[in-house]
């Protein structure tokens, strides 16, 4: 089966650090393009962080460079999304995905709830 499962969601206090992690199962992450994706409440979904394919670059909204980090485990066959300094703003729904590119994904993973309180 085919799948992107996503992990580590929860409640934390601002300017605290949440690490979310998505195991893909079917598909090898270093041959996609993988993202983390966010949507909060009455928003649309937003593109937060891209890691391309092996030997590509990454990529960050404006509101994250500097706080977040993504990262891929091969052996692991992981993305993971290291979020520091969170603000209340932060506060979504988090999405992995995966793609052929990076205006193309084509597989979501079912989304974890990370909550930043003041």
């Known amino acids: 089966q085919v799948q992107l499962v996503e992990s580590g969601g929860g409640l934390v206090q601002a300017g605290g650090s949440l690490r979310l992690s998505c195991a893909a199962s079917?598909?090898?992450?270093?041959?996609?393009?993988m993202g983390w994706f966010r949507q909060a409440p009455g928003k649309g979904r937003e593109a937060v962080a891209l890691i391309g394919s092996s030997g590509a670059g990454t990529n960050y909204a404006n509101s994250v460079k500097g706080r977040f980090a993504i990262s891929r485990d091969n052996a692991k066959n992981t993305v993971d999304l290291q979020m520091d300094s969170l603000k209340p703003e932060d506060t979504a729904v988090y999405y992995c995905a995966s793609g052929s590119t990076r205006n193309n994904f084509d597989l979501w993973g079912q989304g974890t709830q990370v909550t930043v309180s003041s």
């Open positions: 079917g598909r090898i992450v270093s041959r996609y393009t």
